[in-house]
């Protein structure tokens, strides 16, 4: 790690002893971080980000040492998925303890508690020695960061931010809860299939609609945006669809994959998402390109559906909830 790093790391340790609030990278997104156990920093995030006082948050770690504080019990189930995927892009349900402060868990009797995979991440919350409280860096609604960048265009100079470059995933967590049947209530990249070949029984999505009682952020307005989008399915021409748009003199934003990229119009505005081929570069442009459209003077954003298998799934999650929110 370079000196200007370690130095803004160091700032940052400073900032979230005395009460504040830092952005910092994972490799999911950017998080959003606070003292997990100062409730008046904490509410600085839910006011920073106008989020709703009943969307709880993810609590990050750095070491097995610092889950035992913050949770009551381990189940076998649980213990499983922490050998298997942490550190790791996955958020794990546990019985809180008494420590934690129901701000964070939005009076819910659980927690979500996350190891990031990230050595900036990682060192930053060795340093402070306590566990962050961290959401995505984005007015609630809007795409999560995974640039520091993003954060900028967001909040100005408002929010101090470790500069880590990209997320190399660039979609947030999947979150797993265990306690009775076990559901995954957020899609990302670690997969029902990953996790099912760990616990060996069935694993459930918790659906869109039902969800609202179990995660309860899912039920937001989510990754939407300035313009409205609309998403392609797979079997239409997403080109044709361009064409006629233009005809009918609207300005495009066309988020796609390279193989559409190279045959857009000349008159459309596009962002390259990566290869059809590689899920991965897709799920890692896929907030840039929602982010860069903000920039532009478009009325509508046109964006590519992907085959919902693998990483494939979560990034039509996000597609899907992003057009669906206008
Ligand atoms: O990848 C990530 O998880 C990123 C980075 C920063 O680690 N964090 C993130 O946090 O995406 P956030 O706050 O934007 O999303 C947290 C999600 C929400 O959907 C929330 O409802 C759910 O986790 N959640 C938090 N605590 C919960 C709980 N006790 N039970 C069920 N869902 C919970
Ligand atoms: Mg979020």
Redesign the pocket.
């Known amino acids: 790690m370079n000196h200007i790093l370690k130095s803004q790391v160091r700032q940052a340790v400073s900032i979230i002893k005395n009460g504040g609030i830092i952005a910092f990278p994972?490799?999911?997104?950017?998080?959003?971080?606070a003292n997990v156990f100062d409730k008046k920093a904490i509410q600085k995030i839910f006011d920073a980000k106008n989020?709703p006082a009943d969307?709880?948050?993810?609590v990050?770690i750095s070491s097995l040492e610092m889950l035992n504080q913050l949770v009551t019990y381990i189940s076998p189930k649980n213990k499983k998925l922490i050998d298997a995927f942490w550190p790791g892009?996955l958020?794990i349900?546990f019985p809180?303890s008494e420590f934690v402060p129901d701000i964070?868990?939005?009076g819910?009797d659980?927690?979500?508690i996350?190891f990031?995979d990230h050595p900036i991440?990682q060192y930053f919350i060795s340093e402070c020695n306590i566990p962050i409280a961290?959401?995505?860096?984005?007015p609630s609604g809007k795409p999560?960061s995974t640039h520091h960048n993003h954060i900028i265009d967001y909040f100005g100079k408002n929010v101090f931010v470790i500069e880590g470059d990209f997320s190399t995933?660039g979609?947030?967590?999947s979150?797993i809860?265990t306690i009775n049947k076990p559901t995954i209530?957020?899609q990302?990249t670690i997969s029902q299939a990953d996790i099912q070949n760990i616990l060996k029984v069935p694993i459930y999505i918790a659906e869109k609609n039902t969800s609202t009682v179990?995660?309860?952020?899912?039920k937001y307005k989510h990754y939407a945006p300035n313009a409205p989008i609309k998403l392609i399915p797979l079997e239409e021409n997403i080109i044709s669809i361009i064409q006629d748009y233009i005809k009918d003199e609207y300005r495009i934003g066309a988020l796609v994959s390279s193989e559409n990229y190279t045959q857009l119009p000349p008159n459309s505005i596009g962002f390259n998402l990566g290869s059809q081929n590689d899920y991965a570069e897709i799920s890692a442009h896929l907030y840039d390109g929602l982010h860069f459209f903000d920039s532009q003077n478009i009325d509508i954003i046109i964006a590519e559906s992907f085959q919902p298998i693998g990483i494939g799934v979560a990034i039509m999650d996000r597609l899907s909830r992003a057009a669906s929110t206008h």
């Open positions: 994972t490799e999911t997104v950017y998080g959003l971080g989020r969307n709880p948050l993810i990050h892009p958020g349900v809180k964070v868990t939005a819910l659980t927690v979500v996350r990031p991440a961290a959401p995505s860096v984005n999560s995933i979609l947030e967590s979150v809860t209530l957020r990302g179990q995660s309860p952020g899912m």
